[in-house]
């Protein structure tokens, strides 16, 4: 039984679906990404799921008994006490027992034989209950996401925006939970902290539904994307990029049929006009019954083709001078810490300079002084060049007023547009009809980053502090965005922990870690490829040291029990004989079983193997015919496209099998010798 099966679910506002037909099944050890532009329901969706709303039509089955753990976009939780204590809040009745083991410690320290008695039961009780070893794996997630060991005694009306968000992730995966539903959950992560979360899901058992921007989290965390529209819910058993290309494939196909069937229907429809009172009366009657007959293809619904209209363009700036920035002897320090002492950064026109590192340790911050925002105290000089005009991108939004209009930030800039005007340049970002008179209240967060974003792109500008810039934006504005700052003729300095945006937009980078910040003179992708190298050869000069300790332990190692005598040790096999025959056949036993459950797992892996190589030779063969058709037997064409769904459809369910089973064979430790 699968963990999850969702079946027909359908929800809306009024009369107006967001959603129909969303129809999935999840098992265990499963991880799929939701994807679809901002706006459509994948937030709605999950909440239908977990329980939050009520469907308008549809069923949401889970496993009887299956915990869920649900991380929402948005916390507004009500989270109490310490950091650790809310990590623990999933197990209410093991925090309880630590409080009262607390209070039993405190009690004893007098030494009354009452009170020791009690501590010790509750010990008891504790470490029976597992509870010191689910406290040590709370302590490890959270040390992942960010916290400190002195952070879990913070209370969590302390921490940050930033902060909760990572604490409520941590909640969640600290439950152990057998279905995770996850929203944005790499909002708040460095990129660090991303690659641990993208490991930690692939080795869960759990049924994972992630709802992301980020493409490369999931490229690697998710081996399979569901796409929501409005009236259609595809599945393709494929990672995000992947699934991107396939789908571009499976549109065209789906474009031509419709537009085949449609040419089809009006020759036939204008056939029976003609014909209709005619000598070829029958013929049009047995055409008109056909055409009734006829189960219509819509034309696909390209549910990304709207959110793709989003257009950033730079308005035309003066040139800058060569030099743009000379940064000398830069440091910072926040709450009593060292962020970063004796930077030396120099920013030449036309570099695209990613700032990157864990969070906390200084990026904005640096970014605020080489921007002229930095906060008294801060040190170093910077030096601007000639004939510079920037423009600062918050990840705060501080720019935008939430009592304005869109309309109103808009002309707060350029007071020549009348409301008209601003609304046609708002609908370059997407602001269509009533939305460019909405209050920045009011506005989503993708929204108000598009306006955010559209308000800076104003005025011209050749040098663009951008700290991240890509939050809340939806995958097809983040790459229009990458566009146009790779077309961008200016200068750019940005912070981000979009790794394919990194990739695609920077030239340079500047990277903290371990208190220390590196220069590098090449773009974010040839950075990761140098630390791996760095990396790779690292771990080749450890192997032989390795091997040279482990030599001097077997050196080192206590001498072995003393040795029998031949005729005692004669007189001691014999003793044990009976009970070695026994333990020998039995383990023969084992051996031979655990061999023969190979074999025969073996023997369904291959058949299931050349099952998928069958059927996607199947599924090609009626693609090709259904691509190369002319159109001229619309029911032939009709069977085709129903034949070719039903294999995908069995293609997928054959492919879960394999990767299942496989799975499990690997992990065996089988061996082909015989018993």
């Excluded at 539903?181 to 994972?208: F, K, S, Y």
């Excluded at 549910?303 to 950033?312: C, Y």
């Excluded at 970002?429 to 008179?437: K, N, Q, S, T, V």
Aim: charged share 30%.
């Amino acid at each position: 039984m699968p963990l999850i099966e969702v079946a027909g679910l359908k929800f809306g506002y009024t009369n107006q679906p967001l959603f129909e037909n969303v129809t999935f099944r999840l098992e265990a050890g499963e991880r799929a990404a939701l994807v679809a532009p901002n706006g459509a329901g994948k937030s709605t969706l999950l909440r239908a799921i977990g329980g939050e709303i009520t469907p308008d039509a549809g069923s949401v089955v889970i496993k009887k008994g299956a915990r869920v753990g649900y991380y929402r976009q948005s916390h507004e939780s009500r989270l109490e006490g310490t950091v650790r204590d809310a990590m623990l809040a999933g197990f209410g009745d093991l925090v309880g027992l630590r409080r009262e083991l607390a209070r039993a410690q405190a009690d004893a320290a007098d030494g009354e034989k009452s009170a020791l008695e009690r501590l010790a039961e509750l010990t008891e009780r504790y470490h029976h209950a597992g509870a010191d070893a689910l406290e040590h794996q709370v302590e490890a997630i959270a040390t992942e996401l960010g916290f400190r060991e002195s952070d879990l005694e913070r209370d969590v009306k302390t921490l940050s925006g930033g902060e909760r968000g990572r604490l409520e992730l941590g909640l969640v995966l600290a439950t152990d939970a057998e279905l995770l539903l996850l929203d944005e959950p790499t909002n708040h992560l460095d990129l660090d902290t991303i690659r641990w979360l993208e490991g930690h899901l692939q080795g869960l058992h759990a049924a994972v539904l992630v709802v992301s921007h980020d493409r490369a989290f999931l490229d690697a965390a998710c081996p399979f994307t569901y796409e929501l529209g409005q009236r259609t819910f595809r599945t393709y058993p494929l990672p995000y990029s992947a699934y991107h290309e396939e789908r571009a494939a499976d549109l065209e196909r789906e474009r031509k049929l419709a537009e085949e069937q449609a040419a089809m229907v009006a020759k036939t429809e204008d056939f029976i006009r003609k014909n209709i009172a005619g000598q070829k009366t029958k013929q049009a009657q047995s055409r008109r019954r056909m055409l009734d007959k006829l189960e219509r293809v819509e034309r696909p619904e390209d549910v990304w083709a709207r959110a793709a209209k989003v257009r950033f363009r730079f308005a035309e700036a003066p040139r800058s001078g060569d030099i743009v920035l000379e940064a000398k002897g830069l440091g910072a320090e926040r709450g009593g810490q060292t962020l970063f002492s004796g930077v030396d950064l120099l920013i030449r026109r036309g570099d695209r300079v990613a700032v990157v590192g864990p969070n906390g340790s200084g990026k904005t911050t640096i970014m605020k002084i080489l921007a002229g925002r930095g906060m008294a105290g801060d040190r170093g000089d910077v030096r601007r060049g000639t004939n510079l005009r920037d423009g600062y991108f918050d990840q705060q939004l501080g720019s935008l007023d939430e009592k304005k209009s869109g309309v109103e930030e808009i002309r707060s800039v350029r007071g020549d547009l009348n409301t008209d005007g601003a609304r046609e340049y708002l609908a370059r970002f997407r602001f269509y009809g009533d939305d460019p008179l909405r209050k920045v209240a009011s506005l989503s967060g993708g929204e108000r980053t598009r306006l955010a974003l559209g308000k800076l792109l104003l005025e011209p500008r050749n040098l663009l502090y951008l700290d991240e810039p890509t939050n809340h934006l939806d995958i097809p504005a983040a790459e229009i965005l990458e566009e146009a700052l790779v077309g961008f003729e200016g200068t750019v300095i940005l912070v981000s922990h979009d790794r394919r945006f990194l990739e695609t937009v920077s030239t340079r980078t500047v990277s903290f870690h371990d208190g220390k910040v590196d220069i590098y003179e090449g773009g974010f992708k040839d950075y990761g490829e140098a630390l791996a190298r760095i990396r790779n050869a690292a771990a080749r000069a450890e192997r032989p040291r390795d091997r040279e300790r482990n030599a001097l332990r077997s050196r080192q190692a206590p001498p072995g029990p003393p040795q029998q005598k031949p005729a005692e040790a004669a007189k001691t096999a014999r003793a044990r004989a009976p009970e070695a025959r026994a333990s020998g056949a039995d383990a023969h036993r084992a051996r031979r079983d655990q061999v023969r459950d190979v074999e025969r797992k073996t023997k369904q892996v291959a058949l299931l193997e050349a099952r998928v190589g069958e059927l996607e030779a199947e599924v090609a063969h009626y693609k090709k015919l259904l691509v190369e058709a002319s159109g001229s037997n619309w029911e032939e064409l009709h069977n085709w496209a129903k034949k070719e769904r039903e294999l995908a459809s069995e293609l997928e369910k054959v492919f879960k099998a394999w990767v299942s089973l496989s799975e499990e064979l690997g992990g065996k430790g089988a061996t082909k010798d015989a018993p």
